[in-house]
């Protein structure tokens, strides 16, 4: 299931033409979810499939595909794409599995009000505190260095498991 | 059957699971919608711009699981005769069943009768086999792990299963469940009847028989996997496959057992024990001393000491004689014993007691006797002053006590009680030789 979100800036304002104009930028975004199963063959080769997500049941494996698309006409700041994405509840990240090319990725441990990188986070449990796990996280960010030029377009993944 | 999506599609793969089968146990319930929400941001000329923002979701399906462990360490003993109707304390077999479905569901259980055949990893005895009768499936209200009439709740059977309600269940918790049966008498000791009690889904007292993902629990018709509808909540058979190949299936719409063992994703878990009738190994042995006579005198050189005498006194008329009966249940006997009694005749020539004219505090027994039990020695404490004119006996608990003579035919008849496996108890008289 997916559903696309977009934004245009259309001036029709007479008067607003004679200040400088907004960018005529516009992202498509969509965020996709998938069952990944892991399928070992009888030479020991473990092959992973995507398939549709019509039967996810506790214990599933689930990839998350966030993609966006520039389809305006002005290209994107380089280091100023960010997303920002709270894992969904009821599910536990798994470990290693966010990607993004030419993206930092940060967690976070308080529902995305701080990222960090995963050395530095830590969490209070039972009065003692620790270095954070992935099973703490929830939420997590991609900052990208490159912009994207119009028509361009890129996207970011990560695996969480069904609680 | 379509392909497996969870454990297998087709030979030579196997699906990978991240959690094993308790995977789903405690998981999120089936219906729940999961969704999640992702922001961009993003600048244009150093222009921040709008937040964009989109989100999935999905509804969690139902796995549908049960599991079936049987409880019993070993076959459970059990006595040619009994019946459980009105009683208390009758051996059952212990079974465990958990619902580890992310969803409340009733349950059917069959139970399947399958002579005598071995249980995996039992002591199991046969190979003659037997057949209880008025089988009955009860919840241990009050785990205590034996069938308690009037106590522990009997499931209510519909046709030749019983049904469990959810109602009687906690999710992801065992709840225990013990087959009880009636035996017939006049069975033989290590005859063995095996059971399997087998757990299926369902819907008030309708077995599901089918799921979504094209999977069907026996005597059902698989349907076609469902199309792809992440708002619908769809049903997916998560149950292992049975343990071992007694383990076998039920099929609940044609009411009757599957003699083959259960698989995986059919909607139901199994698991088998065995009663076994019990065998007490009892053994007696008797041995007779003559501890004094009116000439050599006594064969002990003092009161409660194993030391002889160097006299050797002799069965002639006017000697005393004791006899010592010892009854032991062997260690390995797998059940204990009760109301144990024991008889034995006087032949005309012995009189009862100490009719010697002898003191009895001058006539002396050793410490202890050694009887072969169970084909073993075993050595036996007498009492220390024991009256020579009573029939002293010994319980298996080491109770002492003393009784007269029957005063009839057999001349010596006591109880010796209850007597547990390892437990030995004995019994000692006095016989004066005319």
Known sequence: MQR?????????????????????????????????????????????RLVDADSVVPGDELRYTISFRNEGDEPIDPNSIVITDPLPRAT??????????????????????????????????????????????????????????????????????LR | MNPNKYLARGAGVVLLSLLGVNAWALGTDAGTTVTNSVTLQYQVNAVPQTELEAEVSFVVDRALAVTVVNQDSDVVPIISGQTYSGNAGIPALNFDVTNISNDDLDLLIGVVDQDGIPVTGFNNQGPDAFNGSNVIVAIDTDGNGVYDDGVDQQLTQVGNHFSLPASEMTRDEPLRLLVVVDVPSGLSAGDQATYTLVAALADGTAVITNDDNGNATPGGTAAPVAGFDPTLVQDVFADAASMNAEDVAYDFL?????????????????????????????????????????????????????????????AIPGALLMYVIGVSNDASSNYSVSD?????????????????????????????????????????????????????????????????YSGGSPAVDVLLGACAPGETGLVVYFVTLE
Not at chain 2, 285 to 290: F, I, L, P, T
Not at chain 2, 387 to 404: I, K, R
């Open chain 1, 4 to 48: 696309k979100s977009s934004l245009s800036f259309w001036l029709t304002a007479p008067l607003l033409w004679l200040v400088a104009l907004p960018a005529l930028a516009q992202i498509a975004l969509e965020s996709q979810v998938q069952k990944v199963e892991h399928i070992e063959h009888d030479d020991g080769q473990v092959e992973t």
């Open chain 2, 254 to 314: 044609g009411d009757a057992p599957v003699l083959s063992q259960g698989g995986v994703s059919i909607g139901q878990h199994s698991a088998t024990g065995a009663f076994v009738i019990a065998r007490p190994d009892l053994d007696i042995s008797k041995v007779v001393e003559v501890l004094w006579d009116p000439i050599n005198l006594n064969r002990y050189a003092s009161a409660g000491s194993n030391t002889l005498s160097d006299e050797e006194p002799k």
């Open chain 1, 92 to 161: 536990r990240y798994i470990d290693g599995t966010a990607f993004g090319a030419g993206a930092r990725v940060t967690y976070s441990v308080d529902r995305g009000q701080s990222f960090a990188d995963p050395e530095a986070l830590y969490v209070e449990s039972n009065g003692t505190r620790r270095q954070a796990t992935p099973e703490d996280y929830t939420a997590i960010r991609w900052e990208f260095e490159p912009g994207l030029e119009p028509g361009e377009a890129s996207h970011v993944s990560f695996n969480v498991q």
């Open chain 2, 340 to 404: 144990l009694e024991v008889t034995d005749e006087l032949v005309a020539e012995l009189l009862e007691g100490n009719d010697t004219g002898e003191s009895p505090g001058d006539i002396y027994l050793p410490e202890s006797v050694t009887l072969t039990l169970n084909g073993s020695p075993v050595s036996l404490d007498l009492p220390a002053t024991p009256d020579l004119d009573q029939v002293t006996v010994v319980g298996c608990d080491g109770s002492t006590s003393s009784e007269s």
